[in-house]
């Protein structure tokens, strides 16, 4: 595709449920983030996929959020046992590799995920 | 781990002043880009900036990178109301690998 694809934009799940947010990269684009974005407030950090080298979990606040990237392309992010406090926009980029230095991130739409 | 504060918080102007953005990370940064986020939009690639000192320009924005590489800045001049957004800068800390920490960012209002 043109750009970076995430769906869905929108989610509405009660406490307790499990919640999966897919990202589809630009392709030909080897890196690729997650962050979260609560109202009004900065980006998150939450992962990091480049090429097959194992994912940086650095920023994943628990061990309820997990992530995968299958096949170097398209990435689910998972959230299991939601809660209240879960409720943001999850953001997914991608980027080329330089072999240097983070390139450009292009950012997708976004999923809002609400909490109930 | 790594912060990255961006100052002012919030910033309101009138249209045709000038308006600045400082970041300061605690730790030193390999390179520096800065990202504008209109509001209900994503961030949106503006620069990237690699040497030490280094100053670009596009149009009404000027970017500089600190001499230490712990601190930018971003100046408009002349604002337009078309530069209304979330302003963030986002760096790896060098050595850090190619994790971007973003900014705090900085709320840009402009009235007429």
């Known amino acids: 595709g043109a750009g970076v694809s995430q769906s869905p934009s929108n989610k509405v799940t009660e406490k307790g449920k499990d919640v999966e947010l897919r990202c589809d990269p630009i392709s030909g684009h080897t890196a690729l983030y997650w962050y979260r974005q609560s109202l009004g407030q900065g980006l998150e950090f939450l992962i990091y996929f480049q090429g097959n080298s194992a994912p940086d979990k650095s920023g994943l606040p628990s061990d309820r959020f997990s992530a995968e990237r299958t096949g170097g392309s398209v990435s689910t992010l998972t959230i299991q046992r939601t809660q209240q406090e879960d409720s943001a926009v999850y953001l997914c980029?991608?980027?080329?590799?330089?072999?240097?230095?983070?390139?450009?991130?292009?950012f997708g739409e976004g999923s809002r995920l609400t909490v109930l | 781990g790594q912060q990255v504060m961006q100052i002012p918080q919030y910033q309101h102007v009138q249209e045709g002043e000038d308006f600045t953005t400082y970041c300061n990370s605690s730790t030193t940064l390999s390179n520096i880009q800065w990202y504008k986020q209109r509001p209900g939009g994503h961030p949106v690639f503006l620069i990237q900036?690699?040497?030490?000192?280094e100053v670009k320009k596009q149009k009404r924005l000027t970017f500089q990178f600190g001499e230490a590489k712990k601190n930018s800045s971003l100046h408009i001049t002349a604002t337009q109301t078309t530069d209304v957004g979330t302003y963030f800068c986002?760096?790896?800390?060098?050595?850090?690998?190619?994790?971007?920490?973003f900014g705090t960012g900085t709320q840009l209002k402009v009235e007429l």
């Open positions: 986002a760096g790896p800390a060098a050595g850090g690998g190619n994790k971007l920490t």
């Open positions: 980029a991608s980027s080329r590799w330089s072999g240097l230095r983070p390139g450009e991130l292009f």
């Open positions: 900036l690699v040497k030490s000192g």
